[in-house]
């Protein structure tokens, strides 16, 4: 029974995959092309990532330490790098035959199938833990009023918080890692932050 114990306040306390303490939070939102499949993904390779602010994504609006009302839900927009802008839909192919799934702002965890191309997992953070995860094949997103994957609603979760925002990039080719080191997952060492009004 103590080895049990033992092993279980071990598992615990390993802060995510390889001990790395990565991401772990099941998103909140998946939009154009992702799946839940991308998601165990990033949280897998989280612990090899890049962080470094020229090849992670880089928000690009709203600005930076800005103060955005309750009753203005901002569009977040970001470019793939910062050498790339990149393309709002992103670069994943969306037609019917190879993303069934596609939508700007709606669940789906079925077997689908693979996609190649970028994939971004947002990560919305307060007090130092992630209260809202979006995976997306997009480069926008804005915030639903309810969350379409969990019991978390989305705009509403931001009320009245200091938020820090990292992005995570991976380049994935039917639905693996790209191999390379240019492949990702990349995220930046500067932090993004705002702060949303009550």
């Known amino acids: 029974m103590r080895k049990l114990i033992v092993i279980a306040v071990l598992v615990a306390g390993c802060g995510g995959p390889g001990g790395s303490g990565g991401p772990t939070r099941e998103p909140d939102d998946y939009t154009g092309c992702a799946t839940d499949e991308h998601w165990r993904t990033f949280d897998d ?78 990560q919305f953070s307060s007090g130092g833990t992630v209260f809202y995860r979006v995976v997306t094949t997009l480069q926008e997103w804005l915030p639903p009023d309810t969350s379409n994957t969990s019991m978390v609603p989305a705009w509403p979760a931001f009320k009245g918080k200091q938020v820090t925002l990292k992005i995570w990039r991976m380049e994935l080719v039917k639905n693996d890692l790209r191999p390379g080191s240019d492949a990702g997952p990349f995220v930046a060492l500067t932090p993004f932050s705002f702060s949303v009004g009550n």
Do not use: R
């Open 45 to 122: 390779q989280a612990e090899f990532a890049i962080v470094a602010d020229a090849t992670a994504p880089s928000v690009t609006t709203p600005q930076n330490g800005v103060a955005t009302p309750f009753a203005t839900k901002p569009m977040f927009t970001w470019s793939e790098s910062q050498a790339l802008a990149g393309m709002p839909l992103g670069n994943v192919a969306n037609d019917p035959s190879g993303c069934p799934e596609w939508n700007t702002g709606a669940i789906t965890t079925a077997h689908l199938p693979p996609i190649s191309g970028e994939v971004y997992d947002l």
